[in-house]
C-alpha cells in the first residue's frame, strides 16, 4: 500500500503561479506513471498531464502554464502551475501507478479568483 499525500494549493488571482506537491509513503522510482488529476465542482475528475520515464502528457488546456516534476530521492512529484486562470480552479489530486495498482492522494484545493 503507498499513501499519497499533496500539499500546495490555495487561493491566488488569475494569473498567478502555484506549486503543489505529492509526497509518496515509499520510492516512487519504479511507478509505471505518476501524474495530476483535477475536478472542479459539478464535474468529472479530468487528466490535467501524466509523466512516465519516456515522457510527460499535458492536456491541452494547461500545456505551456504547467510543468510536472520529480525528485526521487525525496518521493515527491511536483505541479508547477503559472499562468492560472478562473477555470483552473478544482480539487487538484495526486496520482500514482505501479503493476495492476492505482494511488490517489486526499486532493488539494486550488482557487483561481478574477
Known amino acids: 500500500q503507498v499513501q499519497l499525500v499533496e500539499s500546495g494549493g490555495g487561493l491566488v488571482q488569475a494569473g498567478g503561479s502555484l506549486r503543489l506537491s505529492c509526497v509518496a509513503s515509499?520510492?516512487?522510482?519504479?511507478?509505471?506513471?505518476m501524474g495530476w488529476y483535477r475536478q472542479a465542482p459539478g464535474k468529472q475528475r479530468e487528466l490535467v498531464v501524466v509523466?512516465?520515464?519516456?515522457?510527460?502528457s499535458y492536456a491541452d488546456s494547461v500545456k505551456g502554464r504547467f510543468t510536472i516534476s520529480r525528485d526521487n530521492a525525496k518521493r515527491t512529484v511536483y505541479l508547477q502551475m503559472n499562468s492560472l486562470k478562473p477555470e483552473d480552479t478544482a480539487v487538484y489530486y495526486c496520482?500514482?501507478?505501479?503493476?495492476?495498482?492505482?494511488?490517489w492522494g486526499q486532493g488539494t484545493q486550488v482557487t483561481v479568483s478574477s
Open positions: 496520482n500514482g501507478r505501479v503493476l495492476d495498482n492505482d494511488y
Open positions: 515509499r520510492s516512487i522510482v519504479n511507478f509505471n506513471t
Open positions: 509523466s512516465t520515464k519516456y515522457a510527460d
